[in-house]
């Protein structure tokens, strides 16, 4: 399955932007969907994650803030993203994961640039 995320741009501080992960393929079957971020320099953080069931997990650094949610019937994963701060400026990427040690199943795709200005 191919992912392809979209959605990032630039935002001002305390503003909002949605994420979206299409999947070239079904995603009924993949147990765990993440969203990481990377900055330049700096190794890939898992930001969310969520699991077929709905349950969903986040890192402290967005949690409250960030959102993840799944629609099966539409092959695509999505991260709401809102009270932005600069430092959630970063390349977003989307991933399955492995069920027990959340470690990325597939090739990481181009990802989408979010941007945060002060």
């Known amino acids: 399955v191919q992912l392809q995320a979209s959605g990032g741009g630039l935002v001002q501080a305390g503003g909002s932007l949605r994420l979206s992960c299409a999947a070239s393929g079904s995603i009924f079957r993949i147990d765990v969907m993440g969203w990481h971020r990377q900055v330049p320099g700096k190794q890939r953080q898992l930001v969310a994650y969520?699991?077929?069931?709905?349950?969903?997990n986040y890192a402290d650094s967005v949690k409250g803030r960030f959102t993840i949610s799944r629609d099966n019937a539409k092959n695509t994963v999505y991260l709401q993203m809102n009270s932005l701060k600069p430092e959630d400026t970063a390349v977003y990427y989307c991933?399955?994961?492995?069920?027990?040690?959340?470690?990325?199943?597939?090739?990481w795709g181009q990802g989408t640039l979010v941007t945060v200005s002060s």
């Open positions: 991933n399955a994961l492995t069920a027990m040690t959340l470690q990325p199943r597939g090739s």
């Open positions: 969520i699991t077929n069931r709905g349950d969903t």
